[in-house]
């Protein structure tokens, strides 16, 4: 198993977290904030920032959603994205239609249980 996914103990962080602290620096440095005045913001010392920025420590939710707003870049922005989903390949005209008579047969079959299942009930 992975250190991403593996549970940290009470101390430890993962590899995500050091991804995490690497694009808070980077959204730092873009808004051209120092590690003293967004550590003043969040009422912590420019070394927690440090910190969080290197991966030694980790940072809450909470923390993370104010650096958000403090550095004008969407909390988003300090995960990975969604993996890329690969979308099948389009049918052919003949299997679309074979998927089409084959769904208007299973649903025809289901119609004809229903209605086989009245006759007995009543």
Known sequence: MSE???APGPKRCTELDARIGGRIRIA?????????????ALGISFQQVQ?????KNRI???NLQRVAELLGVPVESFYDGPAE???PPPLTVE???AEHRAATKALEDAL???AAALQVAA
């Open 51 to 55: 910190k969080y920025e290197q991966g």
């Open 4 to 6: 991403a996914t593996t």
């Open 95 to 97: 299997q679309a239609w």
């Open 28 to 40: 730092r440095e873009r808004a051209r904030v120092s590690q003293t005045s967004l550590g003043d």
């Open 85 to 87: 989903i690969q979308a």
């Open 112 to 114: 004809q249980r229903e």
């Open 60 to 62: 809450c939710a909470a």
